[in-house]
């Protein structure tokens, strides 16, 4: 990868910055500063969750009707079982179902060519999601548009639970989306993951008008709505997000329904993960830019003035944080390890322990705080979706809590220095 110039000059400067941070104010007191700030905006949410109250929508009469359109590209391993969720999703209405193969080499073509009551589009080359969802929606007939990826297996009740959330002004409808494939502990991670990110923080942006994300895995759009917009831009790594974000610019909002359960495989090795979380923050980085625009907008009311400014910033502020709180505790948890060994060896009395570790950093105690909050946060979104918890779940859960912060931390530094180098966008 050839490193810019521009790439290297932003390194340094925020380098520098956290410099002279430190230099001004101290490092402690840097640290105190941004613990308050997390455990603020972790008490709004906590709170905010407990303010969400679940509006009851009755079906609508007469029911739109609906085009479920699936991109495939080499899915041959989960094509027919997504194509077969599908199929079994209940809807009383009418239902088309259109599969679009964006130039597979696998044999894709094959196994659509065996499956009756649906309409396959072959394209010849691969021109990518957005291209291929582009191409799906031009022949949709339905009033409703469903986008659905073809490693991703929607519960059959998923239809008749979010065509009636289209009320008003809405443009397009999100469910829950969970891990399907949660086997190993990368993937146990993910699905944890996915139930902080997709039932507890999506209820709270729901009900306050701040969702900026319509996920890939399976999303529901008022075709009206798409076509008016433009459809997908085929340009951008992250269309689910651009997308979004182009309907609240033209004044629509954006629902959740929690009680759709959307199941999609995620990634199974750290290469496949780490590749793909730096695609998504390439993608937040870029959209960000683009819709600059909308940042402390009055124009687009609460979601310009609060939402999307408040997510870039919290964002920031998060990575900053885990950064100063992994530079400044390193050194003194190593050494306390240290002596504590050297101290049960000596005098075997493990009290003894206890006052030396009030000699730790401050802002260990405060991240421990910050985990007492996210273990809130993930024993509510397992109530959500109707999980139990158990002891078998400790190991995921801890190493989410407690570690995975710094994995997101390295994925944020470069993807963002993947983008400020412009260097080629990979899936």
Same mark, same amino acid.
């Given at each position: 990868?050839?490193?810019?110039?521009?790439?290297?000059?932003?390194?340094?400067?925020?380098?520098?910055?956290?410099?002279?941070?430190?230099?001004?104010?101290?490092?402690?007191?840097?640290?105190?500063?941004?613990?308050?700030?997390?455990?603020?905006?972790?008490?709004?949410?906590?709170?905010?969750?407990?303010?969400?109250?679940? #509006?009851?929508?009755?079906?609508?009469?007469?029911?739109?009707?609906?085009?479920?359109?699936?991109?495939?590209?080499?899915?041959?391993?989960?094509?027919?079982?997504?194509?077969?969720?599908?199929?079994?999703?209940?809807?009383?209405?009418?239902?088309?179902?259109?599969?679009?193969?964006?130039?597979?080499?696998?044999?894709?073509?094959?196994?659509?060519? @065996?499956?009756?009551?649906?309409?396959?589009?072959?394209?010849?080359?691969?021109?990518?999601?957005?291209?291929?969802?582009?191409?799906?929606?031009?022949?949709?007939?339905?009033?409703?548009?469903?986008?659905?990826?073809?490693?991703?297996?929607?519960?059959?009740?998923?239809?008749?639970?979010?065509?009636?959330?289209?009320?008003?002004?809405?443009?397009?409808?999100?469910?829950?989306?969970?891990?399907?494939?949660?086997?190993?502990?990368?993937?146990?991670?993910?699905?944890? @993951?996915?139930?902080?990110?997709?039932?507890?923080?999506?209820?709270?942006?729901?009900?306050? +008008?701040?969702?900026?994300?319509?996920?890939?895995?399976?999303?529901?759009?008022?075709?009206?709505?798409?076509?008016?917009?433009?459809?997908?831009?085929?340009?951008?790594?992250? @269309?689910?997000?651009?997308?979004?974000?182009?309907?609240?610019?033209?004044?629509?909002?954006?629902?959740?329904?929690?009680?759709?359960?959307?199941?999609?495989?995620?990634?199974?090795?750290?290469?496949?993960?780490?590749?793909?979380?730096?695609?998504?923050?390439?993608?937040?980085?870029?959209?960000?830019?683009?819709?600059?625009?909308?940042?402390?907008?009055?124009?687009?009311?609460?979601?310009?003035?609060?939402?999307?400014?408040?997510?870039?910033?919290?964002?920031?502020?998060?990575?900053?944080?885990?950064?100063?709180?992994?530079?400044?505790?390193? @050194? #003194?948890?190593?050494?306390?390890?240290?002596?504590?060994?050297?101290?049960?060896?000596?005098?075997?009395?493990?009290?003894?322990?206890?006052?030396?570790?009030?000699?730790?950093?401050?802002?260990?105690?405060?991240?421990?705080?910050?985990?007492?909050?996210?273990?809130?946060?993930?024993?509510?979104?397992?109530?959500?979706?109707? +999980?139990?918890?158990?002891?078998?779940?400790?190991?995921?859960?801890?190493?989410?809590?407690?570690?995975?912060?710094?994995?997101?931390?390295?994925?944020?530094?470069?993807?963002?220095?993947?983008?400020?180098?412009?260097?080629?966008?990979?899936?």
């Amino acid at each position: 990868m050839d490193i810019k110039p521009r790439t290297v000059a932003v390194f340094l400067l925020i380098l520098g910055f956290v410099y002279l941070l430190v230099k001004a104010f101290t490092f402690y007191w840097i640290i105190i500063f941004m613990n308050i700030v997390l455990i603020f905006i972790n008490s709004v949410f906590l709170f905010a969750y407990l303010d969400v109250k679940p #509006s009851a929508r009755q079906a609508a009469r007469p029911l739109p009707s609906i085009s479920v359109v699936v991109p495939n590209y080499n899915g041959e391993r989960t094509l027919l079982r997504c194509i077969e969720a599908v199929k079994a999703m209940g809807y009383p209405g009418e239902k088309e179902i259109i599969v679009v193969d964006d130039g597979s080499k696998d044999s894709s073509l094959s196994i659509l060519s @065996e499956i009756k009551g649906i309409k396959v589009i072959a394209k010849e080359k691969n021109a990518g999601k957005a291209a291929a969802l582009n191409t799906g929606i031009a022949k949709a007939k339905g009033e409703l548009i469903v986008t659905i990826d073809s490693d991703t297996f929607p519960e059959k009740d998923c239809l008749e639970k979010m065509a009636p959330c289209f009320e008003g002004d809405v443009g397009a409808v999100t469910g829950f989306v969970r891990a399907y494939n949660a086997e190993g502990i990368i993937e146990r991670i993910q699905a944890v @993951e996915y139930l902080v990110s997709f039932g507890f923080f999506q209820a709270i942006l729901s009900d306050i +008008d701040a969702i900026y994300v319509t996920p890939g895995p399976m999303s529901v759009y008022r075709a009206d709505v798409l076509r008016k917009i433009g459809g997908y831009d085929e340009k951008n790594i992250t @269309e689910d997000m651009e997308i979004a974000l182009r309907m609240r610019k033209y004044g629509y909002r954006i629902v959740t329904c929690l009680g759709a359960h959307i199941y999609t495989e995620v990634p199974t090795t750290m290469k496949h993960l780490f590749r793909q979380r730096v695609r998504w923050y390439r993608g937040k980085f870029a959209n960000t830019l683009q819709y600059r625009e909308m940042l402390f907008n009055p124009k687009y009311g609460e979601f310009g003035m609060f939402t999307f400014p408040f997510s870039v910033i919290v964002e920031w502020c998060i990575v900053l944080f885990v950064f100063l709180f992994v530079a400044g505790n390193i @050194e #003194s948890l190593f050494n306390y390890l240290n002596f504590s060994v050297s101290w049960l060896s000596a005098s075997g009395n493990l009290a003894g322990l206890l006052p030396s570790a009030m000699y730790i950093n401050p802002s260990f105690y405060f991240y421990v705080i910050g985990g007492i909050f996210y273990t809130i946060f993930v024993y509510i979104s397992h109530g959500l979706a109707g +999980d139990r918890l158990g002891l078998r779940k400790f190991p995921e859960m801890a190493l989410f809590i407690l570690v995975y912060g710094v994995f997101i931390l390295s994925v944020f530094f470069v993807g963002f220095f993947k983008e400020i180098n412009n260097s080629e966008a990979r899936w």
